[in-house]
């Protein structure tokens, strides 16, 4: 079950949110968790067994962990235990059969692939669940004894299947108490029906664009058209991820939540290393706490410094899918990050800021050519096509007819792209109270209206 579908919008959501604030408080996260358990068994029943085993180990290793009188020793070796379950059921189910075609391309071999479906959402569960033994480890948490509110934070059905990741810290008290007043919970409609908006007006339209141009000819298309379909990918991967960012952290605050964003105008950024600031900040954050700083940070010199940063990037872009496109997109931008803390960030500093932002712009819409592609050769194909590498000629008519046909799009994708008015703070709005009451039910009939004749309706970020 996705959030842009009839089914959640008009039976599931509203039967949880009534049943839920119907109900007592001490029962709450019983219906959440039974609410949480239905929205992931919808898609893959088989698999709640699965997330139930993450649950039930990590929150046995928790109570390990949390043993006063154990030795340093004793719990190192539970992390380590618990670490290597985690990511042994992650690597099974989402890297074993990209490891048996690999090790068969070598060595020549015939090993049958397992063909297991993907568990939806397994990279983000298992994130938290590791990040929560990781904090108990480190003595920054108290372990959780009631299973009841652990298995609610790991199987939480707002961020279940696309985040944004959630640390245990960030909702430990919430999980015990929280309350919902009429405020907090319109703040949440309204930011669910902005995220819903994101998802369905803009990078579904846009997403059709990029559907065209990369199902033409990668080798031939013009110039023009190759990169107008990068940017109809860039648009759409942005608006649909933070389109459902915001559809989560809207449901969060309904159900008396406050997650931690996740975006913040990544499309205005004027470095690499601003833009990851800004990007799936909550996946940064993950990696930087449990992997950048464990293995020195910055602490221990610029070539150690260079050589973490290669290598977190290097397990950001396999997170991201068993492909080798995957891993070079992880690289590309470790890389280039590489190449900014050693000296380009002191260089862009004295360029003027109109520069900063085209030299960003230009690295990202690369970047996202490996991200698109997972065939080797099509991404070739297409950065042939992009840089006149094949004699490629700069524009033809349909590049005309594309650009006239998606231009009020592409200008409204631009404006949504930019910065808020300063002075104004996410929840607030410029309008009058009951003029932003109608723009956003004008908002939410237009995604109804789209959601009943759609048939382009994808979600990016489900594959990961």
């Given amino acids: 079950m996705v959030f842009s579908s009839l089914l959640f919008l008009f039976i599931f959501l509203p039967a949880v949110l009534l049943i839920y604030h119907l109900s007592p408080k001490r029962i709450r996260n019983v219906i959440l968790l039974a609410a949480s358990l239905i929205?992931?068994?919808?898609?893959?029943?088989?698999?709640?067994?699965?997330?139930?085993?993450?649950?039930?180990?990590?929150?046995?290793?928790?109570?390990?962990?949390d043993g006063e009188k154990r030795s340093a020793a004793a719990r190192k070796w539970i992390l380590i235990a618990s670490v290597i379950v985690n990511l042994g059921v992650l690597g099974f189910f989402k890297y074993a059969d990209f490891l048996i075609e690999n090790v068969n391309a070598l060595l020549g071999t015939s090993i049958p692939p397992t063909d297991l479906p993907l568990p939806i959402g397994i990279s983000f569960y298992t994130f938290q669940s590791m990040s929560y033994i990781i904090d108990v480890y480190r003595r920054t948490s108290k372990a959780q004894r009631n299973w009841l509110d652990f298995a609610t934070f790991v199987a939480l059905f707002p961020q279940l299947v696309a985040g944004p990741i959630v640390r245990y810290n960030t909702i430990a008290e919430q999980l015990r108490e929280r309350f919902v007043n009429n405020e907090m919970f319109a703040e949440g409609v309204r930011r669910f029906t902005i995220g819903l908006a994101?998802?369905?007006?803009?990078?579904?339209?846009?997403?059709?664009?990029?559907?065209?141009?990369?199902?033409?000819?990668?080798?031939?298309?013009?110039?023009?058209?190759?990169?107008?379909?990068?940017?109809?990918?860039?648009?759409?991967?942005?608006?649909?991820?933070?389109?459902y960012s915001d559809m989560a952290i809207g449901l969060g605050l309904m159900f008396g939540f406050r997650f931690n964003e996740n975006f913040n105008k990544p499309y205005t950024a004027q470095s690499i290393t601003d833009f990851w600031r800004?990007?799936?900040?909550?996946?940064?954050?993950?990696?930087?706490?449990?992997?950048?700083i464990p293995l020195g940070g910055n602490r221990r010199g610029l070539s150690i410094q260079l050589r973490n940063i290669l290598i977190v990037w290097a397990l950001t872009g396999i997170w991201h899918g068993a492909s080798w496109n995957f891993l070079f997109w992880g690289l590309y931008f470790g890389i280039v990050l590489m190449v900014e803390k050693w000296f380009a960030l002191e260089l862009l500093a004295k360029l003027p800021r109109w520069i900063r932002h085209?030299?960003?712009?230009?690295?990202?819409?690369?970047?996202?050519?490996?991200?698109?592609?997972?065939?080797?050769?099509?991404?070739?194909?297409?950065?042939?096509?992009m840089f006149g590498a094949s004699g490629n000629p700069l524009w033809d008519q349909q590049t005309i007819y594309l650009l006239y046909t998606n231009a009020i799009l592409i200008l409204l994708l631009i404006i949504a792209s930019m910065r808020r008015p300063r002075g104004i703070r996410a929840g607030e709005t410029i309008l009058h109270p009951a003029l932003a009451l109608l723009w956003h039910g004008l908002l939410f009939l237009a995604s109804v209206a789209y959601l009943v004749d759609a048939t382009f309706n994808p979600f990016l970020y489900f594959r990961f």
């Fill in 39 to 65: 929205f992931y068994a919808w898609g893959e029943p088989i698999y709640i067994a699965l997330m139930l085993f993450s649950t039930c180990t990590d929150y046995v290793f928790g109570l390990l962990l």
């Fill in 198 to 243: 994101k998802k369905v007006l803009l990078a579904n339209n846009i997403g059709m664009l990029w559907s065209e141009i990369s199902a033409g000819h990668l080798n031939t298309m013009p110039v023009l058209t190759a990169w107008l379909g990068i940017i109809a990918f860039a648009f759409q991967i942005y608006f649909d991820f933070s389109g």
């Fill in 278 to 292: 800004r990007w799936h900040i909550s996946l940064g954050t993950w990696f930087r706490e449990y992997v950048y």
């Fill in 358 to 385: 085209c030299y960003a712009l230009l690295l990202i819409l690369i970047g996202w050519v490996f991200f698109a592609f997972d065939k080797l050769a099509d991404m070739t194909s297409f950065f042939s096509s």
